[in-house]
C-alpha cells in the first residue's frame, strides 16, 4: 500500500516568493512532491486561510485519505498560527487544534519547523505597549500549543534552540540548496570578482564593514573587485557620502534578481556575508548563504555562529571578525583557497544541503529508517 505524507501549513502560500519565510514553504512543498514521485509516497498539502484547511481537512477525512498517515510536515510563519487569516482574524480559530488532534490520536508523528524567535528581542520587535504584551503572551501559547501536539521541533539553526521555549527534541533544518542553471567556468583571474547580496539600509547587516575591508585589501593591489547588488529604494535613500563612497571603490550596484541575478552569480567568483555579530545574527542562517553556495560561490563571512558553523563544516569558505582588517585578511586568505573551496562545494554541496536532502532530513527524524 502506498504510504501518505500530510503537509500541513496554517497560512497561505505565497504567490510572490520575495522573501526566505515565503519561499521556504514553497521549495519544502515542491521537494516533497518530488521526493514522494521518486520514493513512491503519496503527499497531501493542507494550506490556505483558516476556512480553507478546515475544508480541505474535512474532504481528506471524508475519503479516508487520512486514515493512515505516515508523518506530518508542518511549518508556522512569523506571525503566531492563529493570525495568518486575512486581516488577523481567524474565521476558524480551532482547525489547527483539531487537525494535529485527529493526527495525534492515530500516532501520526508530528515535526513543525519554527521559524523565528525575533519577537523574544526587544530591539527588534517593533510593537510597544500592551499590544507588544498581548502579541507576546499569544506568541507563548504557540510555543505551548507545539509542544502539546508535536513530537519534533525543526528550528532554522541548533543555536536558535537557546531562545525557544517549547521542551521537545530540536533539529536543525537551515533552508536548502537548488541546482542553479549558470555555473562559474573557467579559473579565477585577479582582481577577483565578489558580490555582496542584501540590504545596506542598516550597518548590521555589514556594508560599511564590507567596503572598509575592500579597501584595505585592494591597497597594495587591485585584488578584489566587488558588485553589490540591493533594493533600488534602499539604495536612492543612501546618504550621499555613501554613494561616493561605492564610486570612488568603483563599486558596480545592480538592482536584480531571478535569472538575472543567476547569470551575474556565473560572472563572480566568491560572495560575501559581513554581517554584524549580534544575538540574533549569531543563531540565524540567511537564505543568502545557500543561495551562493547553489550558485557554486565560496564565502567571506563573519563569525555569526550559525553561518559559520556551516561554512566551516564543508570547508565552503574563510570565516572572519566583524572588523575590517580582519575581513581584508580573509579576502587575501580567500584568493588562496579559491578553488579548492569550489572543488568542495562542487563535490559536496547539494548532497547535502539540497532541499530534498532537508526532506530526507525531516522523514529520517520523524520515522527513521522505517519503510
Not at 564565502?299 to 574563510?318: F, M, N, P
Request: aromatic letters at 10%; glycine letters at 6%.
Amino acid at each position: 500500500m502506498m504510504k501518505t505524507v500530510l503537509i500541513y501549513y496554517p497560512f497561505s502560500l505565497a504567490a510572490e516568493r520575495n522573501s526566505g519565510s515565503k519561499l521556504r514553504p514553497y521549495e519544502m512543498h515542491q521537494a516533497f512532491l518530488r521526493w514522494g514521485a521518486k520514493e513512491g509516497v503519496d503527499v497531501l498539502l493542507i494550506a490556505g486561510t483558516s476556512a480553507e484547511r478546515e475544508k480541505q481537512f474535512q474532504e481528506l477525512r471524508s475519503q479516508g485519505k487520512l486514515d493512515d498517515v505516515w508523518f506530518c510536515y508542518m511549518e508556522n510563519q512569523t506571525i503566531p498560527l492563529w493570525l495568518t487569516d486575512p486581516g488577523h482574524r481567524p474565521q476558524r480559530p480551532f482547525v489547527d487544534r483539531d487537525v494535529l488532534r485527529y493526527l495525534k490520536g492515530r500516532n501520526v508523528p508530528i515535526g513543525v519547523f519554527y521559524r523565528d524567535v525575533y519577537w523574544k528581542f526587544p530591539d527588534l520587535y517593533p510593537l510597544r505597549g500592551w499590544k507588544k504584551a498581548a502579541m507576546q503572551m499569544i506568541y507563548r501559547w504557540e510555543e505551548r500549543f507545539y509542544e502539546r501536539y508535536c513530537d519534533v521541533i525543526f528550528l532554522p539553526s541548533l543555536e536558535m534552540g537557546t531562545y525557544v521555549a517549547i521542551r521537545r527534541p530540536m533539529v536543525d533544518l537551515p533552508p536548502g540548496g537548488k541546482q542553479k542553471p549558470f555555473q562559474r567556468s573557467g579559473t579565477a583571474k585577479q582582481p577577483l570578482n565578489a558580490i555582496y547580496v542584501g540590504g545596506i539600509n542598516n550597518a548590521d547587516y555589514g556594508l560599511p564593514l564590507l567596503l572598509e575591508a575592500i579597501r584595505l585589501a585592494n591597497r597594495r593591489e587591485p585584488l578584489v573587485s566587488l558588485t553589490v547588488v540591493c533594493r533600488k529604494d534602499e539604495y536612492e535613500r543612501q546618504p550621499l557620502a555613501v554613494k561616493e563612497e561605492l564610486a570612488a571603490l568603483q563599486v558596480r550596484v545592480e538592482h536584480v534578481s531571478g535569472e538575472a541575478l543567476d547569470r551575474l552569480y556565473a560572472e563572480m567568483d566568491f560572495a560575501f556575508i559581513p554581517r554584524r555579530r549580534s544575538e540574533y545574527n549569531d543563531f540565524s542562517v540567511p537564505v543568502k548563504l545557500v543561495d551562493y553556495l547553489s550558485s557554486g560561490l565560496p564565502i567571506v563571512a563573519t563569525a555569526c555562529s550559525a553561518q559559520k558553523r556551516l561554512i566551516e563544516a564543508d570547508g565552503y569558505g574563510v570565516i572572519c571578525d566583524d572588523n575590517p582588517s580582519s575581513m581584508a585578511e580573509a579576502i587575501a586568505k580567500m584568493a588562496d583557497m579559491l578553488e579548492e573551496c569550489r572543488l568542495r562545494i562542487a563535490r559536496t554541496f547539494m548532497a547535502k544541503h539540497s532541499w530534498e536532502a532537508r526532506v530526507e532530513k525531516v522523514k529520517e527524524t520523524l520515522v527513521g529508517g522505517l519503510r
